[in-house]
């Protein structure tokens, strides 16, 4: 019996002594391994590094080289053609010789912000964007101004108007007709004098603005019908005047336009439920507003 229990103990001791040299052998392995990543990671690193070193050679000795040899003097970028949108009334000749681009140009040499520059710098160009199609196209898209009314400028005294009418855009910009065209049928604005009138450059004046925002406002107010926005006089600083239907004038302040179509809007449901037509409105008065009617 004593032997037995020698003999298992024995076993028991020969066991615990091979895990831990089984544990032993492990830890070195994974140690080993640690080691050996840590040795690719450092590896990797410095590949990276020496390959950015060399990028940075290249770059400051020959870049301009290879650029030119690839891009810049590729015939294969030759600029070949314009493609110009959409169809407007400004022509394709004007606009590129405008841009300052000629055929045969490299295309990836031209800077597309100095091509936009250039275009809109003429008059009748709202926006303009650039781009290139490779391998051979400039694209270029033209938003034209539009123009929301005519101007009709007083002379000054002594003065003889080369131009008797021009146009505006809702952003206030002055637009020539071209030589021998018909003028658009559009609201005359009258009463601006000609030094205030100045072609391709945006309106100084306020009141010129105002009639501009009245002429946006005006379709959209519940008084529409009882207007009639072909003609409109710049009566002097702060106010103008505005036909109705029937002949009538109404006078507007500069500023406030929608509170004074409410007032308006009363006026005329008033002069409707009488039976009554409405000749003359003054708004320009905060309070007691003169109106006169025909009957």
Same mark, same amino acid.
Request: charged share 25%; proline share 5%.
């Given at each position: 019996?004593?032997?037995?229990?020698?003999?298992?103990?024995?076993?028991?001791?020969?066991?615990?002594?091979?895990?831990?040299? @089984?544990?032993?052998?492990?830890?070195?392995?994974?140690?080993?391994?640690?080691?050996?990543? =840590?040795?690719?990671?450092?590896?990797?690193?410095?590949?990276?590094?020496?390959?950015?070193?060399?990028?940075?050679?290249?770059?400051?000795?020959?870049?301009?080289?290879?650029?030119? +040899? =690839?891009?810049?003097?590729?015939?294969?970028?030759? =600029?070949?053609?314009?493609?110009?949108?959409?169809?407007?009334?400004?022509?394709?000749?004007?606009?590129?010789?405008?841009?300052?681009?000629?055929?045969?140009?490299?295309?990836?040499?031209?800077?597309?912000?100095?091509?936009?520059?250039?275009?809109?710098?003429?008059?009748?160009?709202?926006?303009?964007?650039?781009?290139?199609?490779?391998?051979?196209?400039?694209?270029?898209?033209?938003?034209?101004?539009?123009?929301?009314?005519?101007?009709?400028? +007083?002379?000054?005294?002594?003065?003889?108007?080369?131009?008797?009418?021009?146009?505006?855009?809702?952003?206030?910009?002055?637009?020539?007709?071209?030589? !021998?065209?018909?003028?658009?049928?559009?609201? +005359?604005?009258?009463?601006?004098?000609?030094?205030?009138?100045?072609?391709?450059?945006?309106?100084?004046?306020?009141? =010129?603005?105002?009639?501009?925002?009245?002429?946006?406002?005006?379709?959209?107010?519940?008084?529409?019908?009882?207007?009639?926005?072909?003609?409109?006089?710049?009566? !002097?600083?702060?106010?103008?005047?505005?036909?109705?239907?029937?002949?009538?004038?109404?006078?507007?302040?500069?500023?406030?336009?929608?509170?004074?179509?409410?007032?308006?809007?009363?006026?005329?449901?008033?002069?409707?439920?009488?039976?009554?037509?409405?000749?003359?409105?003054?708004?320009?008065?905060? @309070?007691?507003?003169?109106?006169?009617?025909?009957?």
């Amino acid at each position: 019996m004593k032997w037995h229990l020698e003999n298992i103990f024995g076993t028991k001791k020969r066991k615990t002594r091979h895990r831990r040299a @089984r544990h032993v052998l492990a830890a070195r392995m994974s140690a080993k391994g640690q080691a050996q990543a =840590l040795s690719r990671r450092v590896g990797g690193i410095l590949l990276i590094a020496g390959s950015l070193a060399l990028v940075a050679m290249v770059t400051s000795v020959g870049m301009d080289v290879i650029l030119g +040899t =690839l891009l810049y003097q590729n015939a294969d970028f030759t =600029l070949r053609r314009f493609q110009i949108e959409p169809k407007n009334k400004i022509g394709k000749g004007e606009l590129v010789s405008a841009s300052g681009v000629k055929i045969g140009q490299n295309l990836l040499r031209l800077s597309l912000s100095e091509v936009q520059e250039s275009l809109e710098r003429l008059p009748n160009v709202a926006s303009v964007r650039v781009e290139r199609h490779l391998p051979d196209t400039l694209f270029i898209f033209v938003e034209e101004r539009r123009p929301v009314a005519l101007l009709c400028p +007083t002379a000054s005294v002594g003065m003889q108007l080369a131009q008797p009418m021009y146009y505006i855009d809702s952003r206030g910009f002055v637009l020539k007709p071209r030589p !021998g065209e018909k003028l658009m049928s559009l609201p +005359t604005i009258r009463g601006i004098s000609s030094d205030e009138v100045v072609e391709g450059e945006q309106t100084a004046s306020a009141d =010129l603005r105002a009639v501009l925002v009245f002429l946006r406002e005006a379709p959209l107010a519940p008084i529409r019908d009882g207007l009639d926005c072909s003609s409109l006089l710049l009566e !002097g600083p702060g106010r103008f005047q505005v036909a109705t239907p029937r002949g009538g004038k109404i006078r507007f302040r500069s500023s406030y336009l929608r509170e004074q179509f409410e007032r308006l809007n009363v006026i005329f449901e008033y002069a409707e439920s009488k039976g009554r037509i409405v000749n003359t409105v003054d708004l320009t008065p905060e @309070r007691n507003v003169p109106v006169t009617f025909i009957n």
